[in-house]
Each structure stands twice: as structure tokens, then as C-alpha cells.
């Protein structure tokens, strides 16, 4: 098996394609619109600019901006990996100001369903993936 780096274009690939294929995240598309665009800053490559988008029926992950940004999240390479690899709580980086949050935050409440199998998709990548 050959692994990719966290957030290359090779790993954001294999993550759209673990979301198109969760049928979880796909059927809460139908009953949740949002749009979530993650800027990951200072890693390996430069900085990182990747979305989730829910909406009409249908849950996309990819490269660049969410096509329907509600909600844009930035944080630190560091950060990123901690949170990716359980090394550092997630609900800690927020509460200690590591993830800067802009939009409609009002969004984010009550989507704890489409992080957790959200959550689902990571775990499906990331036996793949090097975080160095």
C-alpha cells in the first residue's frame, strides 16, 4: 500500500472519493445544505485550500474553495495534523483559539452529524496516509 502525504492533491482525491462513497454523508446531503472551506497554512507544500459541500442530494470534498461557502476554518499545518491524527482534541484547538472560524457559524450548529461521518471518511484514508 502506498502511502500519500495529508493534503496533497493525491490524499484530497482519495477523500473525495471516500465521501462520494458514504452513503451517510450522501443521505444527509438531502436534508442539509453546507459549505465549509478549510485553509491549512504553513504545511510542507505551502498552504492548503480544500472544501466539504452539501447540498441538492449530494456531498462533494475537493480542491480549492467550497462552491457555496458558508464556512471558512483556518488553521496551522501543526494544528491540522494534531486534530488528523488524534493527537490534539479537536473541541481543544477551538477552544484555545487554533482554528480561526469565519461565516455563518450559525451553520455549524446542529451539523455534528455531518462531522461524524465525516469522521468515517478520514478513518477510511487516513491508514494511507504520512503526515511528516
Not at 495529508?6 to 462520494?20: G, K, N, P, T
Not at 442539509?32 to 456531498?59: K, S
Not at 488528523?84 to 481543544?92: I, W
Given at each position: ?24 454523508l450522501q443521505q ?32 462533494e470534498f475537493g ?70
Open positions: 500500500m502506498v502511502a500519500m502525504r495529508y493534503l496533497s492533491l493525491e490524499w484530497i482525491d482519495a477523500m473525495a472519493a471516500a465521501v462520494r462513497g458514504n452513503p451517510e444527509l446531503a438531502s436534508t442539509t445544505t453546507l459549505g465549509v472551506t478549510q485553509i491549512v497554512t504553513d504545511g510542507p507544500e505551502g498552504n492548503v485550500l480544500y472544501h466539504l459541500q452539501l447540498r441538492d442530494g449530494a456531498a480542491a480549492g474553495q467550497a462552491p457555496a461557502e458558508d464556512v471558512r476554518m483556518e488553521q496551522t499545518w501543526d494544528t491540522a495534523v494534531g486534530v488528523a491524527t488524534h493527537t490534539l482534541p479537536a473541541q481543544e484547538a477551538f477552544a484555545k483559539g487554533l482554528v480561526r472560524i469565519g461565516g455563518d457559524i450559525q451553520k455549524l450548529i446542529g451539523a455534528d452529524p455531518v462531522f461524524a461521518a465525516l469522521s468515517g471518511a478520514f478513518d477510511s484514508v487516513r491508514m494511507r496516509t504520512e503526515y511528516a
